[in-house]
């Protein structure tokens, strides 16, 4: 497993939940890093990228309620989600390279990874 997502959860509306993704790539520092999530019958969606030189890009959705944030040295990628709400409920993916460089304008290095998933669910 190249990517490995944890911490979702089921949490109470307005609690706050920090998803990680750990890397097990070469070279993880130079790639960029997205979290997307897909909510039933919905398509998947970018909800926070970051770049390797870190700067951050958000969903109008969950600006100013989600932090995405990398540690190199640990190859990890987290997301941290505060006052979340039951329309954050999804599966959350961690990507790395290619598809969220794609998206945020930045270099892709031809490689494409993906996490498992993660659920998180929020009621009301």
């Known amino acids: 497993v190249q990517l490995q997502a944890s911490g979702g959860g089921l949490v109470q509306a307005g609690r706050s939940l920090r998803l990680s993704c750990v890397a097990s790539i070469v070279d993880f520092s130079i790639n960029a890093l997205g979290w997307y999530r897909q909510a039933p019958g919905k398509q998947r969606e970018l909800v926070a990228g970051i770049t390797s030189g870190g700067r951050t890009s958000y969903a109008d959705s969950v600006k100013g309620q989600f932090t995405i944030s990398r540690d190199d040295s640990e190859n990890t990628l987290y997301l941290q989600m505060n006052s979340l709400k039951p329309e954050d409920t999804a599966v959350y993916y961690c990507?790395?390279?290619?598809?969220?460089?794609?998206?945020?304008?930045?270099?892709?290095?031809?490689?494409?990874?993906w996490g498992q998933g993660t659920q998180v669910t929020v009621s009301s």
């Open positions: 990507n790395a390279d290619l598809t969220t460089a794609r998206a945020m304008g930045e270099r892709d290095y031809g490689r494409d990874f």
